[in-house]
């Protein structure tokens, strides 16, 4: 079920689109916090990303990569069975998932990492703009070690990671799964 709520007005999808299609970070709604988001491969807006959180290369704080759609997961991770079943079951939806990045995915920001965090939020907003832009970089809009704002009252997304040898959860959001 797609979220969709009061505050959806305050968010314009072509204003959004053009944002991002220029080079910029655009301000977006999930259905847990606010998020800022940048094309995949927009170099350009990946930089100005990282200088808005303060967030280098080195951080250890890696963006969450929205693919196009679930299809799409295995062009830029490997996914293994538990984590197959929390896809089927809980995406799109409250939850970001860590996995080991697939070798075959080459990208500007990504190659500097091993693993990468997957989430397709439950939003409305998103099926049109994937479709019109595809995958993107999204992170809460917030400034680092700061609250997010929250738009439905809800948490952030329940973090799980599967990079170790059994599933762990990172940050318990609404989306109770383990």
Do not use: W
Request: glycine share 6%; with cysteine.
């Amino acid at each position: 079920m797609k979220c969709q709520n009061n505050l959806a007005s305050e968010y314009d999808k072509s204003a959004i689109i053009k944002q991002l299609l220029s080079h910029e970070v655009a301000t977006v709604p999930t259905e847990t916090v606010e998020g800022y988001a940048v094309l995949l491969d927009d170099k350009i807006a990946i930089n100005k990303l990282m200088e808005l959180k303060n967030r280098g290369f080195e951080s250890g704080k890696v963006f969450t990569l929205v693919p196009k759609n679930k299809s799409d997961i295995k062009k830029y991770v490997i996914v293994p069975e538990g984590a197959k079943e929390l896809i089927k079951k809980y995406v799109p939806g409250e939850i970001t998932l860590i996995l080991p990045k697939n070798p075959d995915f080459k990208n500007y920001y990504f190659d500097h990492f091993n693993t990468i965090g997957i989430r397709i939020p439950d939003h409305d907003f998103y099926e049109e703009i994937l479709k019109e832009v595809g995958p993107m970089l999204l992170t809460s809009a917030n400034p680092r070690g700061g609250t997010p704002k929250s738009i439905t009252g809800h948490l952030p997304s329940t973090i799980v990671d599967f990079t170790g040898d059994s599933p762990k959860i990172i940050r318990q959001g609404n989306l109770k799964v383990l």
